[in-house]
């Protein structure tokens, strides 16, 4: 008596349980994942493609479905791998994270044609310039996507990393012990 | 009741006893006896805020004392010649700064004859307007000496905007070596008086604190004596105890009050001077001479003569060193300023610039650079840290690149003076990781503010293309329009064509 | 000259790891010394036995983790650890007793978390508890006072450190808290247990007990140098010894039969040295003296807990273990306040004086 009783009560129980989750599952779906537009706002939106995706939304949605690290995009640097694993909650090993070597393009005159190539692959609009003339790179807005080192057909458009000046020189990091 | 505000608000806090070394000089004379150098190296930066813009030209022949580069906007500071002589050059020239990156340095090949450019002296100083007291000590170029080199003349005018009540002179000098401040007191207590009188006046402040840590007795009381007819400048000892020239630690030992950690001494009513800058302000007040030289302690094991020396602004480190019968075999770390907070530079051939408080040629027997073991977590660093801050659990974060975990812990509240590192028995350079962990947030914030840029120059593209894309299409469109109206139009010309033509035709077959 | 830009200070302290570690074991060498005076030579060959193990361990430890073994080994802690360890052992131990508790000390207690300055629980404590669970025979046997030279020659007594030789029947008893906790089930008072209680041989260590924990004096007087040595702070043993006392006197005060006098407590069992050399760990305790004092009030009173209502009659190793456990959670929430900011981080609000 006592089991049918058991087995009656755990039933419903089950049932009703099972139904409310299937219809909350159905009417309270979040539509678009927020996570997916929020880590697109955190990254550089300038479509670089050097993550291997073909721009920032589709590296945010293989970030959220887990198919790609946390690592992946090298303009975004350390900080972003730190807000990353922030948000997806994923525990990264930071302490071997190196930032790369910050690179600007520049523009070797005695080989610049004036072909107007690179500026049209620019995606931040950092090579300026008219047909015929030499080109010059605004090293502010130049994100060493090297879009422009592939396109240059006299390869006068080089990579060269950025001079350390006084403003800008920083404490290196201290060796840590041994152990 | 009592008791507890006493362990909340202690009015010394942390804070390390250092092995002063002071005793080398503090019994010496200033030397002022250093031969004029050859060539004198300028930097146009020697403060905090703008480089200063140079109004020489190379071949120029200049006067001592006379303006060479003038302030840029509102946080800067002008510099002048120390000698007179020859604009040699405007060339970049390895700063006194531990990476020795260059910077913009006027040299003036100097004609040995050290003649002063004409100047008014005024009459009576202490009588002036405050502006014209502040304009003067801005147009002398004079900055914080303590080694922060704030332009002074901006926070005498920032004093005075903000109701300013209390002028602290900062005279602790804690530095382990340091002693050209004790000198300056001891041998120059009238004319630092002066400053200080010309500081309140600037500022409109009532009353002066001179703040003297009590290992300089002869200072305290040669000090004591210059100011004995002053009401409102009152001398206090202070104990021996680094840091206790930090400036906000030196307000609390003498009022009890604290700054809030996102203000300024400003905030409550209160300005702290170095006593360096005061002696400054009086040479460019009272005599109008510009900051062209400053006192500067030589010592050391390495040093043969240890002393304070009068040195010119611009002159090469290395030239000093020999000055003072340096043996350069037996230096094993070049520091400029003091043990604890200087910085090590890679090498003697850079000048001397109002920053240098010292310079110190320390052996090896003096630094000691022992292996840096694991830490022990033994709280010796918290319990030596002057803010109150976690300096062992910062450093762990900052190992593992968690920088943000760092700054909760208090990273922006650190002040670098080192307590940490000198107690650490394990010898983790502690503050080498604060200050590393301040540039990479720094440098963390530029990239995250060119992402920004980034993202609007791409957006701005992607825009401007579409409009492009557009306008195109419109045109393509308008084109096709074009071209089919005018299809059209021949079609019906054509059409008419072929009506009248069979009209003719009939009109033909009629004829 | 130095091409790598070094940061200030430019001078350090003298002090150094090693040089702590080394006065540690100096402070502590009265007590063992004591020890093997009243114990005699299996004391002796136990102490040597399970330091001797320790650095093994250590050593081994070193090599697998692939770093160079002599400057980690010289900084000194696997010889305090070795010599905590033999400290809280019964003295007529068998050697594979030291042994293993030196194996589970370096092993178990230090180097699985990352070695020096990583662990969570206090080595020596670990190993402590540990043995006391799985051979509690031989971590309660005993044995009675018998100084050096006095009571068994010499090969006897290498056999029982070494052998299987040397019976200990009838020459062991229980400790004070021992005697106490059994006599309690049999339903006796205080008074008859403690007919021949001395409290000043207490103090003075002349009684049975563990090998280096008996003599409260020589510990006290062990701590009290390293205090003004400046190597641990008064706060900590304060605290723990003043909470005990405070609770057994007030126990102590509503029924002195059933509950000990705090002469008693503070002179058993592993207090002493628990106050001033574990509970002082630096690696295992709290950073800051608010911490330290919160941390030795809660060791304090689960060792009066663990004793007047425990099973154990000594729960030193426990309550340091719990408290242990408590510490990360202690550090995240006691800070020292920050200048110019309230404790809870925000900056302080101008208040024109």
């Not at chain 1, 972003?80 to 948000?87: I, N």
């Not at chain 3, 006796?188 to 008996?214: C, K, N, P």
Request: hydrophobic content about 45%; overall charge neutral; glycine content about 8%.
């Amino acid at each position: 008596m006592y089991i049918l009783f058991a087995i009656i009560i755990l039933t419903t129980l089950g049932l009703v349980l099972g139904l409310s989750l299937g219809v909350a599952g159905k009417y309270l779906k979040v539509e678009s994942d927020p996570l997916i537009e929020k880590i697109e706002a955190l990254m550089p939106g300038s479509q670089c493609g050097q993550c291997g995706f073909p721009g920032c939304k589709p590296a945010a949605e293989a970030l959220v479905a887990g198919t790609a690290p946390v690592t992946l995009c090298p303009p975004g640097g350390t900080s972003l791998v730190e807000q990353l694993a922030k948000l997806l909650s994923i525990e990264v090993d930071l302490s071997q994270s190196k930032d790369a070597e910050l690179m600007v393009a520049r523009v070797s005159e005695a080989t610049c044609t004036g072909c107007t190539r690179c500026f049209k692959v620019c995606p931040t609009d950092a090579i300026v310039g008219a047909p015929k003339q030499i080109h010059a790179v605004v090293a502010d807005a130049c994100i060493a996507c090297e879009k422009c080192v592939t396109v240059c057909p006299t390869e006068c458009l080089q990579m060269h990393p950025v001079e350390v000046t006084l403003r800008d020189w920083r404490w290196p990091k201290p060796l840590a012990a041994a152990a | 009741m009592r008791l507890l505000e006493f362990l909340e608000n202690p009015r010394l806090r942390g804070g390390i006893h250092t092995d002063g070394h002071k005793l080398l000089t503090s019994g010496k004379p200033i030397e002022t006896g250093l031969p004029i150098p050859k060539k004198l190296y300028i930097p146009v930066q020697q403060h905090v805020g703008k480089p200063a813009e140079p109004v020489v030209l190379v071949g120029d022949n200049v006067l001592k004392g006379q303006l060479l580069a003038h302030s840029q906007g509102t946080i800067s500071a002008p510099v002048h010649a120390p000698s007179s002589g020859t604009i040699a050059d405007v060339v970049d020239y390895p700063a006194p700064h531990p990476s020795a990156l260059p910077i913009r340095t006027i040299v003036i090949e100097t004609d040995g004859l050290d003649q002063w450019q004409e100047s008014v002296v005024v009459q009576e100083p202490y009588k002036l307007d405050p502006e014209e007291i502040c304009l003067r000590v801005g147009a002398a170029g004079v900055v914080g000496m303590g080694g922060a080199v704030f332009p002074s003349s901006v926070k005498l005018s920032l004093g005075r905007k903000n109701n300013i009540h209390t002028l602290i002179i900062n005279a602790g000098e804690c530095e382990p070596y340091l002693t050209c401040d004790d000198r300056l007191m001891q041998e120059r207590a009238r004319d630092v008086v002066g400053g200080i009188r010309l500081m309140l006046r600037g500022m409109g402040a009532e009353k002066a604190i001179i703040g003297i840590e009590d290992n300089k007795p002869e200072a305290f009381q040669a000090m004591q004596k210059a100011c004995f007819s002053i009401a409102n400048i009152t001398i206090q000892q202070v104990p021996t105890r680094y840091p206790m020239g930090w400036d906000r630690q030196m307000l609390r030992y003498l009022t009890g009050w604290e700054i809030p950690a996102d203000g300024r001494a400003t905030d409550i009513g209160v300005v702290i001077h170095n006593v360096g800058t005061a002696y400054a302000v009086y040479r460019a007040v009272c005599q109008s001479q510009p900051l062209i030289s400053r006192i500067v302690t030589v010592s050391g094991g390495a040093v043969g003569k240890q002393m304070n020396v009068e040195v010119l602004i611009g002159t090469l480190m290395s030239e000093v060193l020999n000055f003072c019968h340096v043996d350069k075999s037996k230096i094993a770390r070049l520091v400029m300023g003091g043990a604890m907070m200087g910085d090590a530079l890679p090498f003697a051939e850079v000048p001397v610039v109002k920053a240098t408080s010292a310079i110190l040629a320390l052996t090896q027997e003096d630094i000691e650079v022992p292996d840096v073991k694991p830490c022990i977590r033994c709280s010796s660093c918290i319990t030596a840290c002057p803010a109150g801050l976690l300096p062992l659990e910062m450093a762990s974060r900052i190992r593992a690149n968690k920088l943000d975990a760092a700054v909760d812990l208090g990273l922006k509240d650190c002040i670098s003076c080192g307590c940490c590192s000198f107690v650490c028995p394990s010898n983790i350079p502690l503050v080498q990781y604060f200050k590393y962990a301040s540039g990479e947030l720094f440098k963390r914030q530029q990239i995250q503010h060119k992402s920004e840029q980034t993202k609007r120059l791409a957006e701005d593209r992607q825009n401007r293309m579409e409009r492009i894309r557009l306008e195109n299409e419109a045109e393509a469109r308008r084109v096709m329009e074009a071209r089919a109206a005018r299809a059209r139009e021949a079609e019906l010309a054509n059409a008419q064509a072929t009506q009248i033509k069979p009209e003719n035709a009939a009109a033909e077959e009629a004829v | 000259m130095n091409s790598k830009p070094v940061s200030g200070p430019h001078v350090l302290t003298v002090r150094r790891v090693d040089a702590i570690m080394f006065k540690v074991v100096v402070a502590l060498l009265p007590a063992v010394g004591f020890g093997i005076v009243l114990f005699g030579l299996p004391a002796f060959y136990l102490t040597v036995t399970t330091v001797a193990a320790a650095l093994l361990v250590e050593a081994v430890c070193l090599n697998l983790k692939g770093v160079r073994v002599m400057p980690y080994l010289s900084d000194g802690s696997a010889v305090l650890t070795g010599l905590l360890v033999a400290m809280t052992l019964p003295p007529w131990a068998p050697w594979w007793i030291g042994v293993l508790g030196s194996v589970i000390a370096i092993i178990l207690g230090k180097q699985v978390y990352g070695g020096l300055g990583q662990n969570l629980f206090n080595p020596a404590m670990l190993a402590r508890v540990a043995l006391l669970v799985t051979f509690p025979i031989e971590m309660t046997s005993w044995v009675d006072v018998s100084p050096l030279f006095t009571g068994i020659s010499l090969a006897d007594s290498f056999g029982i450190t070494f052998g299987q030789s040397y019976s200990l029947d009838g020459i062991t008893g229980a400790t004070t808290l021992g005697a106490v906790k059994t006599g309690f089930s049999q339903n006796q008072t205080l008074s008859v247990l403690l007919s021949d209680y001395s409290g000043f041989l207490a103090f003075i260590g002349w009684e049975r007990g563990s090998l280096g924990e008996t003599s409260s004096l020589l510990i006290l007087l062990g701590g009290i140098w390293l205090i003004r040595q400046g190597i641990i702070q008064w706060t900590m043993p304060l605290s723990v010894l003043a909470s005990i006392a405070l609770l057994s006197t007030l126990f102590f005060a509503i029924d002195s039969q059933h509950y000990l006098s705090p002469w008693v407590h503070l002179n058993s069992g592993a207090l002493m040295l628990v106050a001033f050399f574990i509970a002082t760990d630096y690696v295992t305790s709290p950073n800051t003296p608010l911490g330290q004092i919160i941390f030795g009030t809660g060791c304090g009173t689960l060792i009066f807990i663990i004793r007047t209502w425990g099973g154990y009659p000594e729960g030193t190793g426990f309550a340091i273990l719990l408290m242990n456990a408590v510490t990360p959670l202690i550090d995240h929430y006691i800070k020292p306040r920050i200048y110019g900011r309230y404790r809870d981080g925000k900056p302080i609000e101008i208040q024109n004086p």
